[in-house]
């Protein structure tokens, strides 16, 4: 079985739905295929999909651990990033990073992404908001491209 299906299996429908809806159409077109064929055979049309959204139970996060604001789902990944957005920031926290970042010691922040739907829970360096803006020029080139 390969890694996307096994991930899939490991997620409850409510988990499912959101990826369906905020994460596959990050896929490329061959993975994309192989999961919405999953997602047949889990019965899981649009409709279901938007239902379950609608009526998600939100869950508590247990003590310690991370939720996914937007899907209440544990399946979040962290990762450490430099921290390269030390300018235009005001506040007590940030005018000492900025200072650490002049003297030339690296500050690094948590990166939290939800598995499920793809969330930023903590974008430091805003990394979001520019791979977006590659994305659509992305898909602008291939549109470039392909026509
Ligand atoms: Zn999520």
């Not at 979040?76 to 926290?93: C, S």
């Not at 948590?110 to 590659?134: H, M």
Request: contains cysteine.
């Amino acid at each position: 079985m390969n890694q996307i299906i096994s991930f899939l299996n490991g997620l409850d429908d409510y988990e499912l739905a959101y990826f369906a809806k905020f994460k596959l159409h990050t896929y490329m077109q061959d993975t994309q295929l192989e999961i919405k064929r999953h997602l047949r055979k889990k019965e899981l049309t649009k409709e279901k999909v938007d239902k379950l959204i609608a009526a998600n139970p939100k869950k508590e996060a247990k003590k310690g651990k991370i939720r996914c604001p937007r899907c209440s789902s544990d399946k979040i990944r962290t990762e450490k990033v430099e921290w390269t957005n030390t300018v235009n920031k005001v506040g007590y926290e940030d005018e000492i990073a900025s200072m650490d970042g002049l003297s030339g010691k690296i500050i690094y922040k948590n990166q939290v992404i939800c598995n499920v739907c793809e969330y930023w829970i903590e974008d430091p360096n805003f990394e979001k908001t520019k791979k977006s803006i590659w994305h659509d020029i992305g898909d602008a080139l291939f549109h470039i491209f392909t026509n």
